[in-house]
């Protein structure tokens, strides 16, 4: 007797390179949240085998029919149709994202190519830090149209600032909205006009004071946690942010969201990836938005640019000198 009844159409595919607290968590989210099946995968033998035989154990309680595969087999990644790369060096005590540059620069170029040579139409999608200069680098490793490569960064920004937001007024995280721009470090430019209350900007809500409070904890938000926990660094909240990413690109949700796209004009910056508004769908980014910002929004917005092109350069002639 054949009990298979399962519908036999594929279901869509993400791989995660990385099997780091991150990445797993991803997966997990991934899996739980029924958006794809999922391909865990990690140089470390048998980590992320035994990660992903874990979650599968857990189909019986959390009753979902996804299928998560651990590998450190590039060849197991292929048809994916998004790929997302987290692997790479945390963040310790004292590091700032900016010290990773060295290390992680190597490692994404690498992950990049061997990824994307098994799933050359997926959507490459970058987590690791110094996010914004990752993403850059892996766009130029992939060789894919800029539009097909995000970086994760400014709704995990937003999403910490919404929820300092919803702390201090003690409203409903479901009624605040935030807007983060520029790069995911200490010169992120999070947008007070633009960040509301069920459509109240927080400007009629609080005074200067408490709002520059809540922006400079929300810059530092990584870093807050990296010091509390001392060994390791924050994975809860960008996994639960590139659920999110993945599930609007897979659904083709073309939600409004705060990511690291390649400029191309927009906001007087070009080639580059930075935090902008962009709408995400099926084929990566949509379009950027741009907003109507203060001079001195555009002002913090550019001295971010500059910042994040400083360590793009750096990072590549510290590729060119390995070669």
């Known amino acids: 007797m054949d009990l298979a009844c399962l519908p036999g159409t594929q279901a869509p595919r993400v791989t995660i390179v990385g099997a780091g607290?991150?990445?797993?968590?991803?997966?997990?989210?991934?899996?739980?949240?029924?958006?794809?099946?999922?391909?865990?995968?990690?140089?470390?033998?048998?980590?992320p085998q035994g990660l992903a035989l874990d979650l599968m154990e857990a189909r019986g309680v959390e009753h979902?029919?996804?299928v998560i595969l651990g590998t450190d087999d590039y060849g197991d990644t292929q048809g994916s149709?998004?790929?997302?790369?987290?692997?790479?060096?945390?963040?310790?005590?004292?590091?700032?994202?900016?010290?990773?540059?060295?290390?992680?620069?190597?490692?994404?170029?690498?992950?990049t190519r061997k990824a994307i040579a098994q799933s050359p139409n997926a959507i490459l999608m970058v987590v690791t830090n110094p996010l914004d200069v990752m993403a850059y680098l892996a766009w130029q490793a992939s060789g894919l149209p800029p539009e097909r490569v995000v970086g994760m960064a400014g709704v995990l920004d937003a999403a910490r600032f919404e929820t300092f937001i919803a702390l201090e007024l003690k409203v409903s995280i479901s009624n605040v909205h935030a807007m983060v721009l520029g790069g995911h470090?200490?010169?992120?430019?999070?947008?007070?006009?633009?960040?509301t209350v069920s459509g109240i900007p927080i400007t009629e809500l609080m005074d200067e004071i408490t709002i520059k409070r809540l922006v400079d904890r929300t810059r530092n938000g990584g870093a807050e946690i990296v010091s509390l926990m001392q060994a390791g660094s924050a994975y809860f909240a960008p996994a639960s942010s590139a659920a999110l990413m993945v599930e609007s690109v897979l659904f083709d949700r073309a939600r409004i969201l705060p990511a690291a796209a390649y400029l191309q004009g927009q906001y007087h910056l070009s080639d580059i990836f930075i935090g902008v508004p962009t709408c995400l769908g099926r084929q990566g980014v949509a379009k950027v938005l741009e907003l109507d910002l203060t001079a001195d929004d555009q002002q913090a917005l550019q001295t971010s640019a500059h910042a994040v092109r400083q360590n793009i350069a750096t990072a590549q002639a510290l590729l060119e000198s390995s070669l």
């Open 21 to 47: 607290n991150v990445g797993s968590t991803l997966g997990q989210r991934i899996v739980e949240k029924n958006i794809a099946d999922v391909v865990l995968l990690d140089i470390q033998a048998g980590r």
């Open 64 to 66: 979902h029919d996804r």
């Open 81 to 111: 149709d998004v790929i997302v790369i987290t692997a790479g060096l945390p963040r310790k005590p004292g590091m700032s994202r900016d010290d990773l540059l060295k290390i992680n620069a190597q490692i994404i170029r690498d992950v």
């Open 185 to 195: 470090g200490d010169l992120m430019v999070p947008l007070p006009r633009y960040s």
